[in-house]
């Protein structure tokens, strides 16, 4: 007679119940001390392993603010014989920046130095692998290395916004060099690096810049306004109409520089932590107000809020809530944007016609003022109970800190002191060398067919 398939069950359970009951008696039994320190291990690898991953996730974030963000968002926005030539400013430098960054740029930017620029220790990323760094104890310090390095990419390609459709591709490779080693990697290692003179823990005067109002966008903005004095004037501006060949292109560019913003925002905490959260939430909240307060102004001005107004209203609220992004609440972040709005229209609508600098895509106007602004304000709005980085003590102004708006004045100044000056410097080296403006016939030709041989569109049947 054949078992039953309940008895089959049993016998081939047994085996394993046997084996388990043997383990069981050779064992170790671990004490609670044992036990407790196993579970605190297995936190801090699962922490570590949600930090890294965030981490990773936010350096794609700010790299695709970059390209394909700023790529279209510039692109959309020149006319159609320049739109390659623009998008290939923001491609080109997703290289060659990373390049100096592997070679030297981290090392000048995050070894510890001296007050102004670091040392060679980490000279062609030697020393720098998974095991994690001073600056972010949860993470690798390799995704510390390549998150900071896409804030390194995107900011001279910011800068192109002012020189667009008149600069040489050569001329705008070497300055974008010089650029990196005379103005930014200084100012990096100043504000972030370990020694910086304004470097929030320990730096002689600490700036509040979380993620990068006077690193990123004064440096670059001024930079730019110095370019389009430089350069002058592309040929027929404010004479004739030079509208953008695709504001649907800008649009989508300036919707995903929304997106990846959080990224360079929020991942600046170094963590998935709460400080990630309210960076998240004051990000948001600011270039919501900032779009609207550009409109309302634009729309009582001109008779028409338009979709241009809108995204550059967004773009200058996100720029202006960068610095204050880790240390302000919801409120005060709406507020930051709905200046950061009113202050920039005014520069880029009234300012700029005025005084007609041909700042192209209105760089200056909006990452250089915006930037000062958010710059200025973090140190009114900023909070201990968002960030406690000065140990109990009073962090802005409206908490009893009114010393800090010196500190971030001076944190500003600098910032626009080096990209003054050091731009002003290395245009002169480079008009030295190969030159900085394209030809009269170049720039009428359009910069897409005479210095890239290709074009955008293609129109023909």
């Not at 592997?102 to 930017?109: D, K, Q, V």
């Not at 916004?161 to 600069?167: L, P, V, W």
């Not at 050569?170 to 300055?175: I, Q, V």
């Not at 700042?359 to 990452?367: E, I, K």
């Given at each position: 007679?054949m078992?039953s398939l309940?008895?089959?069950?049993r016998?081939s359970?047994?085996p394993?119940?046997?084996s388990?009951?043997a383990f069981a008696?050779?064992?170790p039994v671990l004490?609670?001390?044992?036990?407790?320190?196993?579970?605190e291990q297995a936190?801090?690898?699962?922490q570590s392993a949600g930090d890294?991953?965030?981490?990773?996730?936010?350096?794609?974030?700010?790299l695709m603010?970059?390209?394909?963000?700023l790529a279209?968002?510039?692109?959309?926005?020149?006319?159609p014989k320049n739109i390659?030539?623009?998008m290939?400013?923001?491609f080109?430098?997703?290289?060659?920046?990373?390049i100096?960054w592997?070679?030297?740029?981290?090392?000048?930017?995050f070894a510890?130095?001296?007050?102004?620029?670091?040392d060679?220790r980490?000279?062609?990323?030697?020393?720098?692998?998974?095991?994690?760094?001073?600056?972010?104890?949860?993470i690798?310090?390799?995704?510390?290395?390549i998150y900071?390095?896409?804030?390194a990419?995107i900011?001279p390609a910011?800068?192109s916004?002012?020189?667009?459709?008149?600069?040489k591709f050569?001329?705008?490779?070497?300055?974008t060099?010089l650029?990196?080693?005379?103005?930014?990697?200084?100012?990096?290692?100043?504000v972030?690096g370990?020694?910086?003179l304004?470097n929030?823990?320990g730096?002689?005067?600490?700036?509040?810049?979380f993620?990068?109002?006077?690193v990123?966008h004064?440096?670059s903005?001024m930079?730019?306004l110095?370019c389009?004095?430089?350069?002058g004037k592309?040929?027929g501006?404010?004479?004739?109409a030079?509208?953008?060949?695709?504001?649907?292109?800008?649009?989508?560019?300036?919707?995903?520089?929304w997106?990846?913003?959080?990224?360079f925002?929020?991942?600046?905490?170094?963590?998935?932590?709460?400080?990630?959260?309210?960076a998240?939430v004051?990000?948001?909240?600011a270039a919501?107000s900032a779009a609207?307060?550009?409109l309302c102004?634009?729309?009582r001005?001109?008779?028409?809020?338009s979709?241009?107004?809108g995204i550059?209203g967004?773009?200058?609220?996100?720029?202006?809530?960068t610095p204050a992004s880790g240390?302000v609440?919801p409120m005060?972040?709406?507020?930051?944007?709905?200046?950061?709005g009113?202050i920039?229209y005014t520069?880029?609508?009234i300012v700029?016609s005025?005084f007609k600098?041909d700042?192209?895509?209105?760089?200056?106007?909006?990452?250089g003022i915006g930037?000062t602004?958010?710059?200025l304000?973090t140190?009114v709005?900023?909070v201990?109970?968002v960030?406690d980085?000065?140990n109990g003590?009073?962090?802005?102004?409206?908490?009893g800190?009114?010393?800090q708006m010196?500190n971030?004045?001076?944190?500003?100044?600098?910032?626009?002191?080096l990209g003054v000056?050091?731009?002003?410097?290395i245009?002169r080296?480079?008009?030295?060398?190969?030159g900085i403006r394209?030809t009269d016939d170049?720039e009428r030709e359009?910069?897409?067919l005479?210095?890239h041989?290709?074009?955008g569109?293609?129109?023909?049947?």
């Open positions: 007679m078992p309940k008895t089959l069950t016998l359970v047994l394993f119940l046997f388990v009951a008696q050779n064992a004490t609670v001390e044992q036990r407790l320190a196993n579970a936190v801090k690898a699962a890294n991953a965030w981490m990773l996730v936010s350096a794609a974030l700010v603010m970059t390209g394909p963000g279209l968002f510039y692109g959309g926005l020149v006319r390659l030539s623009t290939m400013h923001s080109i430098l997703m290289g060659v920046v990373t100096i592997a070679i030297a740029g981290y090392s000048l930017s510890e130095g001296n007050w102004l620029i670091g060679f980490f000279l062609f990323l030697n020393g720098v692998g998974t095991a994690p760094s001073d600056y972010a104890p949860t690798p310090q390799l995704t510390f290395m900071q390095l896409m804030f990419v900011t910011l800068i916004g002012a020189y667009a459709e008149r600069m050569s001329g705008m490779l070497l300055f060099v650029w990196m080693f005379i103005v930014y990697f200084p100012m990096a290692h100043m972030w370990k020694g910086g304004l929030v823990n730096g002689k005067f600490p700036c509040l810049d993620a990068g109002g006077t990123v004064i440096t903005g930079s730019a110095v389009a004095l430089v350069l592309r040929q501006a404010f004479v004739e030079m509208k953008p060949n695709s504001m649907v292109l800008s649009t989508v560019g300036a919707c995903l520089l997106v990846g913003w959080f990224g925002n929020a991942g600046s905490a170094l963590n998935a932590s709460g400080l990630a959260s309210s998240f004051a990000t948001h909240f919501a609207l307060s550009w102004i634009e729309w001005r001109q008779g028409k809020p979709m241009l107004g550059s967004c773009v200058a609220g996100l720029v202006a809530i240390f609440k005060p972040a709406i507020a930051i944007g709905i200046a950061a009113l920039c520069m880029v609508s700029k005025k600098y700042d192209s895509l209105d760089a200056f106007g909006v990452h930037g602004v958010g710059a304000l140190g709005f900023a201990k109970e960030q980085v000065f003590k009073p962090v802005g102004l409206l908490e800190n009114g010393g010196l971030q004045a001076l944190g500003a100044g600098i910032a626009i002191f000056v050091g731009s002003l410097v245009l080296i480079v008009k030295a060398t190969v394209a170049d359009g910069l897409d005479s210095m041989g290709e074009e569109y293609n129109f023909q049947a």
